[in-house]
Nanobody
Framework: QVQLVESGGGLVQAGGSLRLSCAAS????????MGWFRQSPGKEREFVAV????????NYLDAVKGRFSISRDNAKNTVYLQMNSLKPEDTAVYYC??????????????????WGQGTQVTVSS
């Protein structure tokens, strides 16, 4: 397993942008699919984006397609979530997660064995 630490959350106005980062420990980061999930009060944790372990295939929640982009830098053991054109409904705690040898079909939280502590994103209207 890897240990994950998210950063980059904050308060932003609707239409603004944020970039979340997730730093991973260990020397096997490039063997993991990396995903982003989010959870708002009273709701279940929701898939947002995933990047397969090879780094060549992505998948996104329909509601964020065209606005969010997931990427990774294996040299820095870091995965990013670039969030543009943010909306109030994007407000949530965002979590990164890791799945060994995972594909871009990994959209269920139960497929991921390692999780970060979460970072709060608040979008004001």
């Amino acid at each position: 397993q890897v240990q994950l630490v998210e950063s980059g959350g904050g308060l932003v106005q609707a239409g603004g942008s944020l970039r979340l980062s997730c730093a991973a420990s260990g020397r096997t980061f490039d063997r993991y699919a990396m995903g982003w999930f989010r959870q708002s009060p009273g709701k279940e944790r929701e898939f947002v984006a995933v990047l397969n372990w090879r780094g060549d295939s992505t998948n996104y929640l329909d509601a964020v397609k065209g606005r969010f982009s997931i990427s990774r830098d294996n040299a820095k053991n870091t995965v990013y979530l670039q969030m543009n054109s943010l909306k109030p409904e994007d407000t949530a705690v965002y979590y990164c997660a890791a799945q060994p040898w995972g594909s871009s079909s990994s959209t269920s939280a139960g497929m991921f064995g390692s999780w970060g502590q979460g970072t709060q994103v608040t979008v004001s209207s």
